[in-house]
């Protein structure tokens, strides 16, 4: 669903009690400017826990622990491969609400004007 596709008697009734929550859920993990940050690389490519941790100059079991709530929240998938963990953003959903949460606060940070 997207906010173009949804008509104004959408809008006036509340979603599902299970969507909200788990919109809530995932909003507040991009409340995290490092979540975001971890969040924003792991949208274009997979990351270990180290490569991640050193791109986002953080300690690796704090990464970790980012990662296990982004998980947690839906946020991201895990593949191993042996050994090694790689992380990626869970989807195109994920990506373009990052997105939106960036364009928007562009707009506010330059005084840019909102379109619909």
Do not use: C, F
């Not at 991640?52 to 991201?76: D, E, F, N, Y």
């Not at 042996?82 to 960036?102: D, F, K, M, N, T």
Request: glycine letters at 6%; a positive charge.
């Amino acid at each position: 669903m997207y906010a173009h596709d949804i008509t104004r008697e959408q809008w006036g009734q509340l979603p599902p009690p299970g969507h909200i929550e788990v919109a809530s859920t995932a909003l507040r993990m991009l409340a995290d400017p490092t979540r975001m940050r971890m969040l924003w690389l792991l949208s274009g490519d997979e990351y270990d826990v180290a490569t991640l941790a050193a791109a986002v100059q953080i300690a690796r079991p704090a990464v970790s622990q980012h990662l296990a709530k982004l998980k947690l929240a839906g946020l991201v998938n895990l593949r191993r491969d042996g050994r090694r963990a790689y992380y990626a953003a869970r989807g195109g959903h994920v990506r373009r609400l990052l997105a939106e949460s960036l364009n928007a606060a562009e707009h506010q940070v330059h005084g840019l004007p909102e379109h619909d």
